[in-house]
């Protein structure tokens, strides 16, 4: 004799019907908005063709480059002349001791969508790549030549990460956070390349930014801020604040 099914049973296969239902609709939410989230914290675009070289000519304002007849296009488009990067820059007349020699969009079209960039920094001895950030890129360094003391430092609390780094060692700066370079030899140079996960990363010299902007912050602002008279404020917002351009 089959036994009756009780109202009960009825209820709970309702429940696991419609909560397997819910969670399917859950994940499929979670999911949708991971991916709308990756899209938002993007920078630098993926490609949508094989490549897109940069029309330096073109009108048509767009967020980076419009692209270049596909047919005009040629292989030199994908070329750059190792002596633009490959050989060492002078530093001596650079106040901070430093030389940054790019290789982006802007010197080399058929960067344009790629998402990445070059750049040599040159150091004379005791030179300095001051703290600096970039707002689009994280950065991949390979010494080239001499022994360096760099790091970054984090968003708050600031917590320092520093290396003594020699030819050959690679080290990596998040994208944007503040991060610096000195070459520790009194006497030789030394050099780098950088890796930038952008056609176009950016700088923001921190120094540059706070007592050289045009036009200048308020001195109230900057006593307040760093707690010092605004007399020495005066003073080093009327120096002459050199960029590192890359």
Known sequence: MAKASHPNDKHRSWLLENTMASSSSLFLLAALLALASWQAVAYDPSPLQDFCVADMKSPVLVNGFACK?????????????????????NTMGSKVGSNVTNINVMNFPG??????????????????NPPHIHPRATELLTVL?????????????????????????VFVFPKAMIHFQMNLAHDKPAAALSSLSSQNPGVITIANAVFGSKPPISDDVLAKAFQVEKKLIDWLQSQFWENNHY
């Open 111 to 128: 960067l344009n969508t790629l998402g990445i960039s070059l750049a040599r920094i040159d150091y004379a001895p005791l030179g300095v």
């Open 69 to 89: 007849d596909p047919m005009a296009v040629t292989s030199d488009d994908f070329f750059n002349d190792a002596r633009i990067i490959g050989q060492p820059r």
């Open 145 to 169: 030549e001499g022994t360096l003391y760099l790091g970054f430092v984090t968003s708050n609390p600031n917590r320092l990460f520093s290396k003594v780094v020699k030819k050959g060692d």
